[in-house]
């Protein structure tokens, strides 16, 4: 465990293995950790770095939900490499990590050797969908505050988002309960208000600026992202998509073999 002050901000980072650098994004609600059942799998093979994402985990939750924008927080995984003396490094983002990895992968392409995008969003095209997204994120961000972190957990995780997670064996989904209990809620809360789809700039119109190899993943069992993702790969230069049969949101940790054998199969071919 590492606390690494980083424009201001304590982030928490996770740095092992050697080897070809590896930054690992995690998603809302997780942190480093969910990375935790993978990280044997490839530490033997790459220098696997895994960061807390601003308002999660063990990194600091600052007030001011500005600080948590995707612009400070590509800033922030900017310096976290330059401090790390790492001149480039491939990026795998989940989720909310996979949106922060497509905007730092087109906002310093210098460093982003290739791309893994685990049902991931380049935003919403409109500002009417922006807007109506800010506005439920922050009635959500409210609600979080109002009825603190268990009661928000009990509301995220009853989403239909998660059905697929039924699946999981039991001891599985109470270590992903635990790690979202974990988090603090002004955390979640600020991090909703300021690094959610709704305040982020639409990315559709810059993907085909990004020449450096993409994987796209997405699970079977999640239709809207399998339509983002196919959307997405036809606009990238050098992209290829996967569709993992039986995985919904969450493919790395529904179907772990998986998301190892295509992701190291990508890795090896850079």
């Known amino acids: 465990m590492s606390l690494l002050a980083v424009n201001g901000l304590h982030y928490h980072i996770e740095d092992a293995g ?34 807390d994402l601003p ?47 497509l905007f730092f992968a087109l906002r310093y392409p210098e460093k982003v050797s290739a791309l893994v995008l685990e049902s991931a969003s380049p935003g919403l095209p409109t500002e009417k969908e922006r807007r109506e997204r800010k506005a439920a994120d922050n009635a959500l961000a409210g609600f979080i505050e109002e009825k603190g972190l268990a009661a928000f957990v009990e509301r995220w995780e009853n989403l239909p988002l998660w059905n697929s997670q039924a699946n999981l064996p039991e001891s599985v989904r109470a270590d992903l309960h635990a790690q979202r209990l974990r988090n603090r809620p002004e ?10 789809i709704g305040v982020q700039p639409s990315l559709w119109d810059d993907l085909g600026s ?13 239709p809207k992202f399998r339509l983002t993702g196919q959307l997405m790969e036809a606009k990238f230069q050098n992209a290829r998509r996967e569709v993992i049969a039986g995985a919904g949101h969450t493919v790395h940790l529904e179907k772990p073999e998986k998301f190892e054998k295509l992701v190291k199969d990508f890795l090896a071919g850079l």
């Open 210 to 222: 990004f020449t450096r190899p993409v994987l796209i993943l997405t699970g079977e069992l999640d």
């Open 55 to 101: 308002g999660h985990g063990a990194t600091e939750a600052p007030a001011d939900p500005t600080r948590y924008s995707i612009e400070n927080t590509a800033a922030d995984l900017a310096q976290i490499l330059d401090e790390l003396k790492i001149d480039r490094a491939a990026v795998s983002g989940y989720s909310m990590g996979g949106r922060v990895a």
């Open 18 to 51: 050697t080897g070809m650098a590896f930054l690992l994004l995690h998603g809302f609600t997780g942190s480093g950790a969910s990375w935790g059942n993978l990280l044997p799998a490839f530490t033997p093979y790459y220098r696997v770095i895994t960061v």
């Open 187 to 196: 955390g979640l809360a600020n991090s909703l208000r300021g690094l959610g």
